[in-house]
């Protein structure tokens, strides 16, 4: 498997995730660097999404992996950023159709929505999983015009 630079991201509600995921990406020869937050003590997501998402889109990190307790707003966040597309997945084939499809960029996961083992598994098949470009290609040329 082709060993990425991985930015990660995590509010208080997704904490615990992204350190098994942390130690998970390290154990398997990934380049990770961490944005934060460094406890399960309440804070504000964008504060540590932003900054995943800005080193995806700057290529200063070929992807970003970001998690809260749904997801769902850490996805928005992650989306306000021109030039990276960040899927929701809450399993492994959303997560596979996230980088054929749409050749996402970064991936958002929701502590409360997943188990950790799942959530595991989608970060793996997210990473092993290339983007098809064919008639894809053009979509996501597309989403880049906005």
Not at 20 to 49: E, N
Not at 105 to 134: D, H, M, P, Y
């Amino acid at each position: 498997m082709k060993k990425f630079t991985i930015a990660l991201g995590s509010d208080h509600a997704g904490f615990a995730y992204k350190e098994k995921i942390k130690a998970m990406l390290l154990a398997d020869g990934h380049t990770v660097r961490d944005c934060g937050t460094s406890s399960d003590a309440p804070c504000d997501y964008p504060d540590f999404i932003r900054p995943v998402a800005i080193a995806v889109a700057s290529g200063e990190v070929e992807r970003g992996i970001i998690l809260g307790g749904s997801g769902n707003g850490e996805a928005i966040v992650a989306n306000r950023i021109k030039g990276v597309r960040c899927g929701l997945c809450w399993n492994e084939q959303v997560a596979i159709w996230n980088r054929s499809h749409n050749d996402g960029n970064c991936l958002s996961l929701g502590q409360r929505t997943v188990t950790e083992e799942e959530a595991l598994k989608i970060v793996k098949v997210w990473l092993e999983t290339a983007f098809e470009g064919g008639r894809h290609l053009t979509r996501v040329n597309k989403i880049d015009l906005a």
